[in-house]
């Protein structure tokens, strides 16, 4: 009986070590395959951007270089510009993802580096002295613990003229100095973040989006301008390298990117069926579809949606500009700057889309591709003062208009 239990108890032991040695070999399998998957993905996204060799301390001794300068006051000598607090190495052929933000609303990039694959180059206004120094020191903590942002993103930082940057000292705010990962940076701002609406500031400087959004786009050849509260669909970039790479036709074309805009509470859709799916339910619906519906409906909303679903990304129709149509786009060549004379809310995007269809840009919509803003967008309400810029900013555009027939005497195209 004896004799009959422990052979029981042999082979017991026995059938458990060969169930842990194929247990062990399944789990050595599969990681010898995921890493080989993780392998071919890592080499088919350097093939487009190669990794940086740059190391933290040359990142943060460019940062130093940066703010030590002084900054440059921009045209209107009320703004003080710091370019290059961090930069990355750009393929001039590359797609840059440009856009711009207050202090506060910088929670939004860790989002936008996980759905864009390629270069962002970020504009950041600090409005008061205080976020200045929150500025960079962020931008310290971000260059120290983030390996994306030393590989893919440029900084550069606006504030009012009578202020100066300075160079951070990592012990100011002192809660900066004890983290120790990139999460942690982006978890930090977050609680000490109040973001809202850019152009609600609280304090009596107008928000600067037109120059920021030249200076984010500076020295690029083909650029997506966004708001930082919008996010691309997966693959984007990707998508946009591979058209352009295959043909040098885009010259002269801007290429649409439709925007949407969703409930807060949703999750971001990765692609156009999902997005699809959301819309249909009223989820999802146009940029600025309760705002300024003329703004985004030339995109043409109806035909996009019901286009045949694709693999490769490509134009999909042409659209004539008109007013006040203000389309997400990329574009090649001689694109125009935007007006830095409009600031805060109102006709600055608008007056820059009228001047790209008077210099002779065509516009195509592409078929797969899109964005998604966070939140709905509603009607707006501002205080006397903003108001007030609002309404200088509609005069401002007729007057804009009026110049672009003396800059552009042999254009056909009007606004």
């Known amino acids: 009986m004896q004799m009959s239990y422990a052979i029981r108890c042999a082979f017991y032991q026995l059938l458990l070590a060969a169930l842990m040695l194929v247990a062990m070999l399944q789990l050595l399998y599969l990681s010898l395959l995921s890493g080989l998957h993780g392998q071919e993905e890592q080499e088919q996204y350097f093939e487009f951007f190669p990794p940086s060799p740059r190391s933290v301390d040359q990142v943060k001794a460019q940062l130093r270089t940066a703010l030590a300068s002084g900054g440059v006051l921009d045209s209107s000598g009320d703004y003080r510009v710091y370019r290059g607090l961090l930069k990355t190495t750009m393929d001039p052929n590359d797609v840059i993802l440009a856009t711009h933000a207050s202090v506060d609303n910088l929670l939004h990039l860790s989002g936008l ?28 903590a971000l260059s120290s613990h983030c390996p994306d942002m030393r590989a893919r993103v ?89 058209m352009l790479d295959q043909s040098n036709q885009w010259g002269g074309t801007a290429l649409v990117v439709p925007a949407f805009e969703i409930r807060r509470a949703r999750r971001m859709p990765m692609d156009k069926a999902e997005l699809l799916q959301l819309y249909q339910v009223g989820e999802v619906r146009p940029f600025y579809y309760g705002l300024c519906t003329p703004c985004q409906a030339p995109t043409n909303y109806s035909r996009w949606v019901n286009l045949p679903e694709e693999s490769l990304l490509r134009p999909a129709y042409v659209v004539p500009w008109q ?53 709905f967008k509603e009607a707006l309400k501002f205080h006397p003062q903003k108001e007030a810029e609002n309404q200088h900013n509609k005069i401002l555009y007729r007057q804009f208009k009026q110049e672009l027939k003396a800059k552009y005497p042999n254009s056909p195209r009007r606004c």
């Open 154 to 242: 440029a900084m550069h930082l606006v504030c009012p003229s009578r202020y100066e940057a300075a160079v951070p000292d990592p012990r100011e705010p002192g809660e900066f100095a004890l983290l120790r990962s990139c999460q942690e940076v982006f978890d930090k701002l977050a609680k000490v973040a109040q973001p809202g609406i850019n152009y609600a500031l609280g304090t009596n400087v107008s928000y600067p989006n037109n120059l920021l959004r030249n200076l984010a786009r500076e020295g690029a050849n083909y650029a997506l301008v966004i708001d930082m509260d919008m996010v691309p669909s997966e693959g984007l970039w990707r998508g946009l390298r591979e």
């Open 113 to 140: 580096l996980e759905r864009w694959e390629g270069p962002l180059s970020v504009s950041v206004f600090a409005a008061t002295k205080e976020e200045a120094q929150l500025a960079t020191v962020l931008a310290y």
């Open 323 to 375: 007013d006040p149509w203000e389309p997400f786009y990329v574009a090649g060549g001689k694109v125009p700057n935007f007006d830095e004379r409009f600031r805060q809310y109102g006709f600055n995007r608008i007056s820059q889309a009228c001047e790209l269809h008077v210099a002779g840009f065509d516009f195509e919509v592409l078929n797969e591709g899109f964005l998604v803003h966070k939140g």
